[in-house]
């Protein structure tokens, strides 16, 4: 066998991949998934197996480290992860700063960027105990700071963390407490959050991820790294799809132009107009986390009797794409964001925070990756080659 940097420069040839449709940029030994046949597995475990008997932080210790933790070295991660949710002071003022109208993915990003300024212990790659440092400490601030992107968004006070509770409940606790009464974290809320954030852990070379591992090919700290991976999963092809699905679904009941006609405009490809929630780069059967999302909406919705019509709406929308030539020919399914959105909202997330649930759910998944890049002697600086398409050369003309 040869590695294609030799072939490149034996050959001179060079592959051009708009998209990187089918070129492989790095092994992994993290996610395996069968997009002909809708299987999902982390670290060879079934995602349905991970959603039914795990737990969040249980599924982030297997997907980083490779194995499933004891008891003992689970709970000793989770007191860990509790001990580090406060934020520097200095810190939690910086949120001031900034407008309240911010997207809160903005918000989050620009969070997670100045853990480096703050933490400046943390920040070296190469140092075993600095990345579990860091690790640790991103694991337990992120939710702290997606919640304070949230009440800022809504004029609230920050919450300071309760270490007492869960990863989850804690996060539940910050966005939906106040300070002037106490607040108990509803259970049906808690374990459909926690089987959400856990079906979002990993989902190997998606566009976020693949983001974390270029800025972190560098060399740059796992802060610099996974704030990459958050912008990357702000858009609305990928991540941001969460919340452009509701407001697809919104737009539609306000419109009153009823399901199918928006189908039809979809399917004439009427500028900016997509079935949001719809297709997926390497899933052409049902995404398997879409289909564990659909059971977990009704279920959720009943349990905390809330009807919503936009439940109706979306199951109206995937029957009649399911069984359209368009979508069948082009073989697209809901992907894992066709459901969750009605979810968060009966839970009370407002649309702009869908996506920093995603983030939430995925850092386990980001740092798993950048770990396993930098563990591995054989890594290279992500660098891709182009096709050069404009002028070769002409002379400058005021010389
Ligand atoms: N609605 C309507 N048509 C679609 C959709 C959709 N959601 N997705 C793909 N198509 C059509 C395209 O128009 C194209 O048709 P054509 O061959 O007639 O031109 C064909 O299907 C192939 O589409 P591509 O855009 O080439 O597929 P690609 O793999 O590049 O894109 C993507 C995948 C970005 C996810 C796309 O399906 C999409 O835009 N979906 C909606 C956004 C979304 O839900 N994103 C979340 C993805 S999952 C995640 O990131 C968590």
């Known amino acids: 066998s040869i590695d294609i940097a030799t ?3 034996q050959t001179g040839f060079t592959t051009f ?27 060879g475990y079934p995602i349905e197996q991970i959603a039914q008997n795990s737990s969040f932080l249980e599924t982030a210790w297997l997907l980083i480290y490779g194995e499933l933790p004891s008891e003992s070295e689970l709970s000793a991660f989770d007191n860990r992860i509790r001990r580090h949710t406060l934020l520097h002071e200095d810190l939690r003022r910086f949120f001031d700063a900034l407008p309240h109208n911010a997207h809160p993915m903005s ?3 620009a969070g997670v960027s100045a853990l480096s300024t703050y933490y400046q212990d943390s920040l070296n790659p190469k140092d075993p105990e600095q990345v579990e440092l860091s690790m640790i400490r991103l694991l337990a601030k992120l939710p702290v700071m997606a919640a304070y992107a949230h009440k800022k968004s809504i004029g609230h006070a920050f919450l300071y963390p309760d270490n007492s509770l869960s990863f989850v409940d804690n996060f539940i606790k910050l966005n939906f407490g106040t300070l002037a009464e106490p607040y108990l974290v509803n259970p049906v809320v ?20 693949s983001a974390v591992r270029l800025v972190g090919s560098t060399e740059a700290n796992l ?6 991976g958050i912008n990357a999963l702000s858009g609305p092809l990928h991540g941001g799809a969460n919340e452009a699905v509701l407001t697809m679904l919104s737009d539609i009941k306000a419109s009153g132009e009823g399901v199918q006609k928006y189908v039809e405009r979809v399917k004439n490809k009427e500028a900016g107009v997509r079935l949001m929630g719809f297709g997926h780069r390497v899933y052409k059967n049902y995404d398997p986390r ?3 999302v659909k059971e977990s909406a009704d279920a959720v919705l009943e349990a905390l009797g809330v009807k919503d019509d936009l439940l109706d709406i979306a199951k109206e929308l995937e029957f009649i794409a399911l069984n359209d030539d368009y979508f069948k020919e ?22 702009r925070m869908f996506t920093v649930l995603f983030a939430i759910g995925r850092l386990p998944g980001w740092i798993a990756h950048w770990r396993e890049m930098n563990l591995d002697p054989t890594t290279k600086i992500g660098r891709p080659q182009q096709l050069y398409t404009g002028a070769i050369a002409r002379d400058y003309p005021r010389a």
Do not use: C, W
């Open 330 to 351: 082009r073989k697209l399914y809901p992907n894992v964001d066709f459901y969750t959105g009605v979810i968060y909202k009966a839970m009370g997330f407002p649309p």
């Open 7 to 9: 072939l490149t420069k």
């Open 190 to 209: 808690s374990k459909a959050l926690e089987r959400l954030l856990m079906l979002h852990e990993d989902h190997e070379q998606n566009a976020s991820t």
């Open 17 to 43: 991949d708009s998209g990187f449709v089918n070129t492989a940029a790095t092994k992994s030994a993290i996610t395996y998934i069968d997009g002909e046949h809708g299987i999902l597995r982390y670290r």
């Open 290 to 292: 879409a289909k564990l």
């Open 107 to 109: 918000v989050l990003s």
């Open 223 to 228: 802060f610099a790294s996974v704030s990459g």
